[in-house]
Nanobody, 116 residues
Framework: QVQLVESGGGLVQPGGSLRLSCAASGDIFSIYVWGWYRQAPGKQRELVASITSGGSTTYADSVKGRFTISGDNAGNMVYLQMNDLKPEDTAVFYC??????????WGRGTLVTVSS
């Protein structure tokens, strides 16, 4: 089992920046993909960014050039640096991990609100 806890959300003005963190505990050695998802009011949850254990990254078209996903060498933390935030980025952001054996873990989410 892997437990995930997100932090770093909050209220920010358009054009501002936030850095989200996700801390994993438990069987972290089973993780092969980390992801950040977001869900805005009235919309489906969408994949924002992902990173594999080998360091390969993907991004949604809407955040390319603005967001950066990264991990630490210990393998128990992942981050999402968000720059040039826009009102349409407002959502609950969720940390996600995919594990060997086919299981998936989710954090409880952290709210990001972009508003003036």
């Amino acid at each position: 089992q892997v437990q995930l806890v997100e932090s770093g959300g909050g209220l920010v003005q358009p054009g501002g920046s936030l850095r989200l963190s996700c801390a994993a505990s438990g069987d972290i050695f089973s993780i092969y993909v980390w992801g950040w998802y977001r869900q805005a009011p009235g919309k489906q949850r969408e994949l924002v960014a992902s990173i594999t254990s080998g360091g390969s990254t993907t991004y949604a078209d809407s955040v390319k050039g603005r967001f950066t996903i990264s991990g630490d060498n210990a393998g128990n933390m992942v981050y999402l640096q968000m720059n040039d935030l826009k009102p349409e980025d407002t959502a609950v952001f969720y940390c996600n991990t995919n594990h060997r054996g086919g299981t998936v873990s989710w954090g409880r989410g952290t709210l990001v609100t972009v508003s003036s």
